[in-house]
């Protein structure tokens, strides 16, 4: 087992009450959980994810925490949120990671693993 490792796993929802396609407007949420599953104690600190949708148009966002929060999770302990992300195109992917330092003060990633944003029924 790792000393310094979050792991990272997404579920993804298409919101079709707030998405206005024929205005190429597609919401999605994504709820995001993150565990400690090393052996140190360690705090998020700040993200970075790469949104792309499928004319390959990406967008970068970086910022402190998750949705205003900067979790430390001693090992065990999970954090959960979920968010959301507005794309031009009926599909798209996200990826990043997360920014983080264990209490003994190392910095390390926690990768977030690539996923899919997509209309029900979309992709077979």
């Known amino acids: 087992m790792a000393t ?19 205005q190429g407007r ?28 499928a004319n390959n148009k990406v967008e970068e966002v970086r910022g402190l925490g998750a949705v205003g929060h900067q979790p430390l999770l001693q090992p065990g302990e999970q954090f959960e949120y979920t ?20 209490e003994d003060g190392h910095q390390f990633e926690a990768q977030i693993p690539e996923f899919v944003l997509s209309l029900p029924r979309t992709l077979h």
Not at 11 to 18: A, I, S, V
Not at 38 to 48: C, M, P, W
Not at 83 to 96: F, I
């Open 4 to 22: 310094y490792e979050f792991t990272v796993t997404v579920k993804t929802q298409y919101l079709p009450e707030q998405s206005a396609p024929e």
């Open 83 to 102: 968010s959301g992300t507005v794309l031009a195109t009926p599909q798209g992917t996200m990826l990043g990671e997360y920014f983080c330092v264990a």
């Open 26 to 53: 597609h919401v999605f949420s994504y709820t995001i959980r993150v565990v400690n599953t090393g052996t140190a104690g360690a705090q998020l600190i700040s993200r970075h994810w790469v949104i792309t949708d």
